[in-house]
T-cell receptor, first 113, second 112 residues
Framework: EAGVVQSPRYKIIEKKQPVAFWCNPI?????LYWYLQNLGQGPELLIR????????DSQLPKDRFSAERLKGVDSTLKIQPAELGDSAVYLC???????????FGPGTRLTVL | QQQVKQSPQSLIVQKGGISIINCAYE??????FPWYQQFPGKGPALLIA?????SEKKEGRFTISFNKSAKQFSLHIMDSQPGDSATYFC???????????FGTGTRLKVLA
């Protein structure tokens, strides 16, 4: 069974530029999560989707971050414009609707110069 | 009240030794406590998890001990191996929220 797929794995951009990350969850997993992981810290939830619906986006900085999961499968997280403080690893995870176990992808390491 | 406090920040253990990582929480509504292992450049991977209705869970060399009254839980790695060298995160979740609150992580190094 394929795991959670994320791309790109690494991204380097100049500040004020836009950037987008893509995630394909494990087949059959209706719940999808985006996490932010700063260096030396645990992941922090940005947004959770149940199918197409964002059911928890309270931690998403909506002035510059947006996310979508149009067909209830893969998802895109966007930052526009990026700031220096956005440099981090962006993790995607998925789970079954009613399951507790979250399966993480390898993450996208973003560097903002 | 939503925090999960994890210690130590880093740990060095000799091969064959026991690694112990501790976590503490405040919110008694938490009802699921997973441990994740993360290697450099990889995403966290579930290692073992426990619910508060049991005091201990063992899977191979990995054991979670849970103390509900003290609101603490710990990961024990028996017969630690160099391949166990990684960062370990504890987490807590409340039923119905599916939102993990992660600890700050413990970087484990097992010396050969």
């Amino acid at each position: 069974e394929a795991g959670v797929v994320q791309s790109p794995r690494y991204k380097i951009i100049e500040k004020k530029q836009p950037v987008a990350f893509w995630c394909n969850p494990i087949s059959g997993h209706n719940t999808l999560y985006w996490y932010l992981q700063n260096l030396g810290q645990g992941p922090e939830l940005l947004i959770r989707y149940e199918n197409e619906e964002a059911v928890d986006d309270s931690q998403l900085p909506k002035d510059r971050f947006s996310a979508e999961r149009l067909k209830g499968v893969d998802s895109t997280l966007k930052i526009q414009p990026a700031e220096l403080g956005d440099s981090a690893v962006y993790l995607c995870a998925s789970s079954t609707t009613s399951g507790y176990t979250q399966y993480f992808g390898p993450g996208t390491r973003l560097t903002v110069l | 009240q939503q925090q999960v406090k994890q210690s130590p920040q880093s740990l060095i253990v000799q091969k064959g030794g026991i690694s112990i990582i501790n976590c503490a929480y405040e919110n008694t509504a938490f009802d699921y406590f997973p441990w994740y292992q993360q290697f450099p450049g990889k995403g966290p991977a579930l290692l073992i998890a426990i619910r508060p209705d049991v005091s201990e869970k063992k899977e191979g060399r990995f054991t979670i001990s849970f103390n509900k009254s003290a609101k603490q839980f710990s990961l024990h790695i028996m017969d630690s191996q160099p391949g166990d060298s990684a960062t370990y995160f504890c987490a807590a979740s409340m039923e119905g929220t599916y939102k993990y609150i992660f600890g700050t992580g413990t970087r484990l190094k097992v010396l050969a």
